[in-house]
């Protein structure tokens, strides 16, 4: 039995059957006494004289900044389900079928308008002005849309608009509206806006809330 370290990944088993570990892959037996009890990401090889020699601390911190330049960067080869902390904006994404690392925290918008509407523009919050929109600070994909009333036409219709193109058209059932599953992309910059179809029915109250999740390339 031996304990051996790896002389390219620097893999540490302690105890082995020799005969399995050839020496030109291998250190068998090295000194390790000058890296006892330290982290083996500072470890270094001393190949001719067969033992584990511990980092200087400029090699240590060298060390430390590849690390997280590694950590920094979105994986390359991403499956589903992983997630990427973006240090960069502080944000914890996930990759999804759709092949899109999308925030796992989601966010939602809420259109809305006090009392009776047939046609014109949602509020965002409660800004006096009607015909305002949501400034989207970061490329997003919207992922569910729901709607409803207080009273009014049960089958009213409405549109969501990212700057002037109309990106989901969708109508009341029963006063309201839900829709979720969507993967609608929208890109930094872009206002997002609801209108209310234009015609002679009014709805009350009405409210959109739009959910979306912050989307990356890295």
Same mark, same amino acid.
């Given at each position: 039995?031996?304990?051996?370290?790896?002389?390219?990944?620097?893999?540490?088993?302690?105890?082995?059957?020799?005969?399995?570990?050839?020496?030109?892959?291998?250190? =068998?037996n090295?000194?390790?006494?000058?890296?006892?009890?330290?982290?083996?990401?500072?470890? $270094?090889? !001393?190949?001719?004289?067969?033992?584990?020699?511990?980092? #200087? /601390?400029?090699?240590?911190?060298?060390?430390?900044?590849?690390?997280?330049?590694?950590?920094?960067?979105?994986?390359? #080869?991403?499956?589903?389900? !992983?997630?990427?902390?973006?240090?960069? !904006? &502080?944000? @914890?994404? @996930?990759?999804?079928?759709?092949?899109k690392? $999308?925030?796992?925290?989601?966010?939602?918008?809420?259109?809305?308008?006090?009392?009776?509407?047939?046609?014109?523009?949602?509020?965002?919050?409660?800004?006096?002005?009607g015909?305002?929109?949501f400034?989207?600070? $970061?490329?997003?994909?919207?992922?569910?849309?729901c709607?409803?009333?207080?009273?009014?036409? @049960?089958? $009213?219709?409405?549109? /969501?608009?990212? !700057?002037?193109?109309? =990106? /989901?058209?969708?109508? /009341?059932?029963s &006063?309201?509206?839900?829709?979720?599953?969507?993967? =609608?992309d929208?890109?930094?910059?872009?206002?997002?806006?609801?209108?209310?179809? &234009?015609?002679?029915?009014?709805?009350?109250?009405?409210i959109?809330?739009?959910?979306?999740?912050?989307?990356?390339?890295?």
């Amino acid at each position: 039995m031996a304990a051996v370290v790896n002389k390219t990944t620097l893999e540490f088993l302690p105890a082995v059957n020799t005969p399995d570990y050839p020496s030109s892959l291998w250190l =068998i037996n090295p000194d390790m006494s000058a890296v006892a009890n330290e982290p083996q990401k500072y470890w $270094k090889l !001393d190949i001719p004289n067969n033992a584990v020699l511990l980092q #200087t /601390l400029a090699e240590q911190a060298a060390t430390d900044a590849a690390l997280a330049a590694a950590a920094a960067a979105i994986p390359s #080869t991403p499956n589903f389900g !992983d997630t990427w902390f973006n240090q960069s !904006d &502080g944000v @914890q994404y @996930q990759y999804n079928t759709s092949g899109k690392w $999308k925030a796992v925290t989601k966010s939602i918008i809420i259109f809305s308008r006090a009392g009776d509407i047939a046609d014109g523009n949602l509020a965002v919050g409660n800004v006096v002005n009607g015909a305002s929109g949501f400034y989207v600070a $970061k490329d997003a994909t919207i992922e569910a849309v729901c709607a409803n009333i207080s009273a009014g036409s @049960q089958t $009213k219709g409405f549109s /969501l608009f990212a !700057d002037d193109v109309d =990106i /989901l058209d969708f109508n /009341l059932s029963s &006063g309201g509206y839900v829709q979720s599953g969507l993967e =609608i992309d929208v890109n930094a910059g872009a206002i997002l806006s609801i209108t209310v179809d &234009g015609d002679e029915n009014i709805v009350t109250n009405p409210i959109v809330n739009v959910e979306f999740a912050w989307r990356t390339t890295g």
